[in-house]
C-alpha cells in the first residue's frame, strides 16, 4: 500500500530561525513529489514539485530535496517569517495510469516572535 | 484567472437540510475533484470528474451527491448528513484527467467549512 510518512508532526521554532521538515515515501512507481503549504481552513498551496531526476528545487525561501533511491524528501524554509506559521503537505503521485495521489500527514509549524 | 473559488466559505446545518456546496474554476481545466479535510487530517479525495463526465467515487456516502453541470462547475449536494460529516470540504482542479503526467497540478480552492448539527 503507498504510503507517505512526515515527521515531525508539529514544530515550533522562532521567527528567524530555520527548520527542516522531513517526509518518507513508499509510493511505487513514483511519479512526482510536491510540497504543499496549507494556512488554517484555506486550500493547499503547491510550494515545489519534483520528479525523479531532480534532487533539489528552490522557491524563495523555500528549499526542497529529493532522495529517490532512499524514498526521502526534505523542505528546508531558511530565515522563518510568522506567516509560515502553516502546515506542510508532502504528496507522492504515482506513475500508474491513474497517477493516484498519496498525501502525508502534514507537519504544523508554529512560528513565534 | 488561476484560482478555484468554493461557496459558501461556512455551512452550518442540520442533519435534515438539503444543501449544496459550489466550486468554480476558469483556468480551462478538464478535470475537478472534490475532498473531504477532517482536521490535523491530510485531505481524503471523494470524486473525481474528468471532461464533466464521474470517473471516480471513493465510496461516498450517498448523501454526498456531486454534479458537474458544465466544465467550470461542480456542485456537491448534500442531504440528511451527519454530525461526522463537519469537516472542510476542498474542490480542485486540474489541466487534464490524472494521468496526465508530473505537472499536471492540481489547483485547490479555499475549502468550505461545514457544520453538520
Known amino acids: 500500500k503507498n504510503q507517505v510518512e512526515q515527521s515531525p508532526q508539529s514544530l515550533i521554532i522562532l521567527e528567524g530561525k530555520n527548520c527542516t521538515l522531513q517526509?518518507?515515501?513508499?509510493?511505487?512507481?513514483?511519479?512526482?513529489l510536491r510540497w504543499y503549504k496549507q494556512d488554517t481552513g484555506r486550500g493547499p498551496v503547491s510550494l515545489t514539485i519534483?520528479?525523479?531526476?531532480?534532487n533539489t528545487k528552490s522557491n524563495g525561501r523555500y528549499t526542497a530535496t529529493l532522495d529517490a533511491d532512499t524514498k526521502q524528501s526534505s523542505l528546508h524554509i531558511t530565515a522563518s517569517q510568522l506567516s509560515d506559521s502553516a502546515s506542510y503537505i508532502c504528496?507522492?503521485?504515482?506513475?500508474?495510469?491513474?497517477?493516484?495521489?498519496?498525501f502525508g500527514g502534514g507537519t504544523r509549524l508554529m512560528v513565534k516572535p | 484567472d488561476t484560482e478555484v473559488t468554493q461557496t459558501p466559505k461556512h455551512l452550518v446545518m442540520g442533519m435534515t437540510n438539503k444543501k449544496s456546496l459550489k466550486c468554480e474554476q476558469h483556468?480551462?481545466?478538464?478535470?475537478m475533484y472534490w475532498y473531504k479535510q477532517k482536521a490535523k487530517k491530510p485531505p481524503e479525495l471523494m470524486f473525481v470528474?474528468?471532461?464533466?463526465?464521474?470517473?471516480i467515487n471513493e465510496s461516498v456516502p450517498s448523501r454526498f451527491s456531486p454534479e458537474c453541470p458544465n466544465s467550470s462547475l461542480l456542485n456537491l449536494h448534500l442531504h440528511a448528513l451527519q454530525p461526522e460529516d463537519s469537516a472542510l470540504y476542498l474542490c480542485?482542479?486540474?489541466?487534464?484527467?490524472?494521468?496526465?503526467?508530473?505537472?499536471?497540478?492540481?489547483?485547490f480552492g479555499p475549502g468550505t467549512r461545514l457544520t453538520v448539527l
Open positions: 480542485a482542479s486540474s489541466q487534464v484527467p490524472l494521468g496526465g503526467g508530473p505537472y499536471n497540478e492540481q489547483f
Open positions: 517526509c518518507n515515501y513508499t509510493v511505487s512507481p513514483f511519479s512526482n
Open positions: 519534483m520528479t525523479f531526476s531532480e
Open positions: 504528496v507522492v503521485t504515482d506513475n500508474n495510469a491513474g497517477n493516484m495521489l498519496t
Open positions: 483556468m480551462g481545466h478538464r478535470a
Open positions: 470528474y474528468s471532461y464533466e463526465k464521474l470517473s
